[in-house]
């Protein structure tokens, strides 16, 4: 019986230095901060939700698929547009968001760039309704504000290659 319940305890990351830990707690930390200043200073809704664990990934996890900035632009391009979409069409609508949210990840695997975080867009637009021209500028700046500082940040030693430039093998079957 302890087997069975071990493996669902079971921790699935490799271990880390610890100053690695810092150090991109630090870059996620300093990235949210200057779209949030960014965001008091401009007036737009900069400050989403899903920009907490976006920065998660670049910093934290820089080599895999969904931190590349492909992933991050793609993913919020289609999730401002899915939840533009449907907000527009049925405005305030909740199931409206929840398809939004399916269409969104659907569309993401099939095109692959696929970025978790992206998929809440809709979400957020349906709880507190953004004008699809000012949600594409705030994702797009959010995007362009964390890619390139999570650009500069990786190469502050312990340097981290980022973005990956060549996409990983296939798998074969």
Request: glycine residues 6%; charged residues 10%; contains cysteine.
């Amino acid at each position: 019986m302890l087997s069975r319940a071990t493996r669902y305890l079971a921790r699935h990351e490799p271990r880390t230095d610890w100053r690695l830990h810092i150090k991109s707690s630090a870059g996620a930390f300093l990235g949210v901060l200057v779209v949030g200043g960014l965001s008091a200073w401009s007036g737009l809704p900069l400050l989403i939700a899903p920009l907490g664990p976006t920065a998660l990934l670049m910093f934290a996890q820089p080599e895999i698929a969904p931190s590349q900035p492909v992933a991050i632009f793609a993913g919020y391009f289609l999730g401002a547009t899915f939840a533009s979409i449907m907000e527009v069409a049925f405005p305030g609508s909740w199931w409206a968001a929840v398809l939004a949210v399916g269409l969104v990840m659907l569309t993401m695997l099939m095109l692959r760039v696929t970025h978790p975080p992206a998929a809440a867009v809709p979400l957020v637009v349906y709880s507190s309704p953004i004008a699809p021209q000012v949600l594409f500028l705030v994702m797009l700046t959010a995007c362009v504000v964390l890619t390139g500082l999570a650009l500069a940040w990786h190469r502050i030693p312990p340097r981290v290659g980022y973005p990956r430039w060549s996409p990983a093998e296939p798998e074969t079957p």
